[in-house]
């Protein structure tokens, strides 16, 4: 086991993830409320109105949460193998939350060669020596 430190950007709970302090939003100007490629709304059809910002996430509607996951590589995982929390993925207002995946890569060794599920070792006087495994982190959207 080992303990993964992870940033999932999360909808702001002080302002229900509008981005507003009175949480009440307005139809962008720009796009008329249609969304699509707005510079002005970020395609989400509507603005904070100027002044109104959420001082929890400058206005943003999402706040960045660092979260500890203990990540168990069982015996015989391989590189490639994904380790799946469900739900403890990114979210906003609008979507539930998606999942946070690690896939484990594992690093090339001079004493310790993988042959099917099975780590081989050429040398037995350094019991010390185990193979590096790092953790590749991403996230899958919810819906």
């Given at each position: 086991?080992?303990?993964?430190?992870?940033?999932?950007?999360?909808?702001?709970?002080?302002?229900?993830?509008?981005?507003?302090?009175?949480?009440?939003?307005?139809?962008?100007?720009?796009?008329?409320?249609?969304?699509?490629?707005?510079?002005?709304?970020?395609?989400?059809?509507?603005?904070?109105?100027?002044?109104?910002?959420?001082?929890?996430?400058?206005?943003?509607g999402q706040i960045t949460q660092q979260k500890a996951f203990e990540v168990?590589?069982?015996?015989?995982?391989?590189?490639?193998?994904?380790?799946?929390?469900?739900?403890?993925?990114?979210?906003?207002?609008?979507?539930?939350?998606?999942?946070?995946?690690?896939?484990?890569?594992?690093?090339?060794?001079?004493?310790?060669?993988?042959?099917?599920?099975?780590?081989?070792?050429?040398?037995?006087?350094?019991?010390?020596?185990?193979?590096?495994?790092?953790?590749?982190?991403?996230?899958?959207?919810?819906?």
């Open positions: 086991k080992r303990t993964e430190i992870v940033e999932i950007e999360i909808a702001c709970t002080a302002c229900a993830g509008t981005g507003s302090s009175t949480k009440s939003t307005e139809k962008c100007t720009e796009c008329y409320g249609s969304g699509g490629r707005c510079i002005k709304c970020g395609g989400k059809g509507k603005v904070v109105a100027p002044g109104d910002e959420c001082v929890e996430c400058e206005g943003k168990e590589i069982e015996q015989g995982m391989m590189n490639g193998d994904k380790i799946t929390f469900s739900g403890e993925g990114p979210s906003n207002k609008d979507t539930i939350r998606g999942n946070l995946v690690f896939i484990l890569k594992q690093d090339d060794h001079d004493d310790f060669k993988r042959g099917g599920g099975y780590s081989h070792t050429h040398i037995t006087h350094t019991p010390l020596h185990t193979p590096h495994i790092h953790l590749t982190t991403y996230t899958q959207q919810g819906i």
